[in-house]
């Protein structure tokens, strides 16, 4: 088996977090948002679109456990910017710089790193492009 990418994750979030992971994912970190069939009820699920093969599902669910340091630590999302601009983007955007690291090693190699928190708790990298 040769795999290219990963295709999607799939994350839970609470029932009611729908508009504000649209707010957060699209607004603030600037990402697509599909949606269309879950808002007319032909998926349980939406997408946030972060390239054109990539995407995380959000599960709204009644059952939302935060996460937590024994079950999950980070999705990361490799970006066009430097770390200069994302930490720009995020301060624009209002979205707390959680921190940065010189050179986290990733799929593609080493490169600097920024990590904010979604609002259920979820960590999110953001790396400079190798």
Request: charged share 30%.
């Amino acid at each position: 088996m040769k795999a290219r990418h990963i295709d999607h994750v799939n994350l839970r979030i609470p029932e009611d977090g729908v508009e504000t992971a649209r707010e957060f994912y699209g607004d603030r970190l600037g990402f697509g948002i599909e949606d269309a069939p879950f808002r007319a009820d032909e998926k349980p699920f939406f997408d946030v679109r972060l390239s054109a093969t990539g995407v995380i599902h959000l599960w709204p669910t009644a059952e939302f456990d935060p996460p937590e340091a024994t079950n999950y630590d980070h999705v990361c999302v490799v970006v066009e910017e430097s770390l200069e601009a994302i930490e720009a983007e995020l301060a624009e955007a209002g979205v707390e710089l959680e921190r940065t690291l010189e050179s986290p090693l990733g799929a593609t190699g080493e490169a600097v790193a920024a990590y904010v928190r979604d609002p259920f708790g979820y960590r999110i990298e953001l790396k400079e492009r190798v």
